[in-house]
């Protein structure tokens, strides 16, 4: 039995030795010295041994107990210390990997453009006015001589609420009579302002219209306000917005509220009047919509027309935004596509 202990011991010891893992010197633990250990069977075993034979194993067993003991707390410690040192140097920061990019937004190219007018229009003195998405009937029709059954109110598809006479509006114009009713002053003080807005109009859309957009009117009202201002003022605008070399010309047209009323067209900047695709070949790109205010949108103003006068002009800044970027496609705008949002 002496034999079959020394061999047992030896056999612990150097399986001890080459332990690296906890669950392995667990596992050692209760095979050699836990409860049903193979060195405590021995040791309990004493009992069964000739009388003479006792003390001698006894007093072996239990060195052998002890130094186990110690052999297993010590390899415990170095096990630990291991697995402390290894968690270390694999948690460790390597500052060499090269950083992990965040997305980031961007601004809407809409609204890319309607900066660059609000810097511009600015420069040149006006004030941004925001009107109301939802209107009435009247403001966006009536009041800008409009009549009611009038063929022109068929030119926009309008967009109707529960609410009689409460619709979204078709264009930004009925800001021009807000505008002029709250900074006129009754009629009392110049208007110089842009109106921004989206506008909503019941339209099949297509890849040239769609159900929503937005514009950017302009309203100017003083004394001696004359034509020449209106078409200096787009001289001027052309030049900042496209360039000193940008040409401006102006052909008659047909608006309620203004009268008279033309388009402008700018020289196109694609291909320098030349004719192309996007100019449909006429070498000429059609960029707003104006007109010396009508008398009778005047009067609804809150102006004495035989004193006061104005110019107002719309525009859309999407189409602006598609001729600048060559978009083919006006859907995109709305469509939150992100992978033709992160083109701007
Ligand atoms: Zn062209």
Redesign the pocket.
Known sequence: MLQQLESTYQQAAAELDALTDAAALHDWESRYIGKKGAVTLLLRSTGQLPKEDRAAFGQRANAIKELLDTAYAEREKLIQEQALARDLEEGQIDITLPGRAHPTGGLHPSTQTFRELYRIWGDMGFQVYRSRDVETDEMNFTLLNFPEHHPARDMQDTFFTKTEGVILRTHTSPGQIRSMRELGADGAQPVRVILPGMCYRNEQVTARSEMQFHQLEGVVVGKNIRMSDLKGTFVEFARRMFGQEAKVRFRASYFPFTEPSMEVDVE??????????????????EIAGAGMIHPTVLRNGGYDPAVWSGFAFGMGPERQTILKHRIDDIRYFWGNDLRFLEQF
């Open positions: 196109c900047f694609l291909c320098g009047g030349q004719g192309c695709r996007m100019c449909k070949y006429s070498g000429w790109l």
